[in-house]
DNA sequence: GTGGTCTAGACCACG
DNA sequence: GTGGTCTAGACCACG
């Protein structure tokens, strides 16, 4: 079981079952979470955090959908052995990442600033 | 004036009025709009993309309140001839870009074809 | 949950929005609204006022925009705990005391009578 | 003839004729404009600051209207002699100092840090 | 139940 | 002619 930690930013316009589904994607991108990994049940991430298990439920379907976890109700929600690797970045992604070097640009940032952040984040 | 075009896509989660701001946004760090450049009319924009004027008329006032472009009566909505640069890339867009380098990490794609996106996108 | 009065003057060149921006502000400035304490919401603001649930809305989103409220489904709209306090005065207030200082100064006003205003509304 | 010096912000929401008036007001309190002195006629004026005549027009009415100055054929606009002195502030700018106090205190500015710039301005 | 978004239409001040 | 404001009404996602 981990122990990882889900921080909710309350003041934030991202939906609360997004800010824990991007929490846990990158806990798994980091090693954090590893495969095969249980994740706390959606009751008990709902009492840990304070908030409805509608909301957690959503984040475990969602990540269902998506291929990075499996559910089940022997097992409850683990982290997928093997994550399908499409190889490429969404469409969508691609088009946040055209919009924030935009702006970043704009902002006088230079190339290698971003680099260097691809560098720290990747 | 421009003749940029703007495309709207109605079944993105992304609101309208953030749709157009970020197509502008793109569109003068790309230089397609210049400094000065005088953006369509409210009204003419509105027609254009088939929309109410008040959804542009929100956009033209985000823009404005981030400094991106200026509004008056006279000259009408024109790109802001001395943006400010900041030199920095926001929280928001640094936990985004985040998220996106994790999501890509996990489909397989190298840190060198992000670099290249960069590359592209700057 | 307040029972603090907005007033509008329907007479004013002031727009409605900022009428009420300037009443919550100046009510948390006071103490008259506490930090975490919820505000109407948009529609009962609305209805109480007698105005278009947009124009609540309206100064919601610039209110939360200033760091002054945070808003969200389930909270409603609150006074945010932690105002960020930037300890200056912005370069719009600045002029605007400029030049009521210099009015009153031509109207034969004391510059004791205004320090005796400044302590009455800090 | 005074030689002072009108700038327009392009980019600020005051309106020009506004943004004009309250420059000749500030003038004539700060002793820059003398009792009885001429100003610019509405043609040179409006040359000068590239503006429509209409515009600097509307500003000469209003600091008729007003009190500061006077109008005729064969005089042009002067600087009022004996402007009136009310002896106290208008409800309007009192409204207008009360929020920017109220502002200032939020944003931690002191009370004494704003009766300095009342000796400042004053 | 809440705030957020959007429409169709209107009127206004500035210039 | 332009952007700014406002209404009356509607629908939606989040929780």
Redesign the interface.
């Known amino acids: 079981m981990t122990d990882m930690v889900i921080k909710i930013d ?2 934030s316009d991202v939906p609360i079952y997004q800010q824990i589904r ?1 929490q846990i ?2 806990g ?3 090693g954090e979470l590893k495969a095969g990994e249980q994740l706390p049940t959606v009751r008990a991430l709902a009492m840990e955090i304070g908030i409805n298990t509608m909301t957690v439920s959503k984040t475990y379907q969602m990540l269902k959908n998506e291929g ?1 976890i499996t559910t089940d109700r022997k097992n409850g929600a683990r982290v997928r052995a093997e ?1 399908q ?6 469409d969508e ?2 088009a ?14 230079s ?1 290698s ?3 260097n ?3 720290e ?2």
Do not use: Q, T, W
């Open positions: 309350e003041y991007n994607v990158m798994i991108s980091s990075y994550i690797k499409s190889g490429v970045i969404s992604n691609k946040e990442l055209r919009r924030i070097i935009s702006e970043a640009r704009l902002s006088g940032v190339k600033e971003i680099k952040l691809v560098d984040y990747y």
